[in-house]
């Protein structure tokens, strides 16, 4: 059962960087600042690495799910497109919707820390959770500029 338990952590932390991932690349795609999009197009392609990453952990345990994301962040996606649509591309709001999405990866990545990791993943998570932090002071970062 605890192999159950982990598995299923670690298949939660990667949806969470999978839909994370997608919604950066999204705000990158309506930005019109250069450096505002590299850097989220940066940050989008750590979060893919660190599913990937986890990836190797979880089928270590029986195998990750084959999800591609979540519900949740689909329809977060679609949200975002929407309001794109109807209101156009409002860069501060892009940004603020991608440090939102990065902060609620970092609590779900500090919460994993104080449960049921496999050992052998904790490092890695550990690891991930601290460049989430770094991630998340550069996204806030770009509110300022």
Do not use: Y
Not at 25 to 37: I, K, L, N, T, Y
Request: proline share 2%; hydrophobic share 40%.
């Amino acid at each position: 059962m605890a192999d159950r338990d982990e598995r299923s952590l670690l298949n939660h932390l990667i949806e969470m960087c999978r839909d994370e991932a997608r919604t950066l690349q999204f705000a990158a795609e309506h930005v019109q600042d250069p450096g505002v999009r590299a850097t989220l197009k940066q940050i989008a392609s750590d979060r893919g690495r660190f599913a990937d990453d986890l990836l190797r952990h979880a089928q270590r345990l029986g195998g990750a799910d084959a999800h591609d994301g979540t519900t949740r962040g689909a329809l977060h996606q679609q949200w975002l497109a929407f309001k794109h649509a109807l209101m156009g591309s409002d860069e501060r709001k892009m940004i603020a919707e991608a440090a939102n999405v990065e902060r609620q990866t970092l609590v779900g990545f500090e919460q994993a820390l104080s449960d049921l990791l496999p050992p052998t993943a904790r490092e890695l998570v550990e690891q991930q959770c601290a460049q989430l932090r770094q991630g998340h002071q550069r996204v806030r970062s770009l509110m300022a500029q």
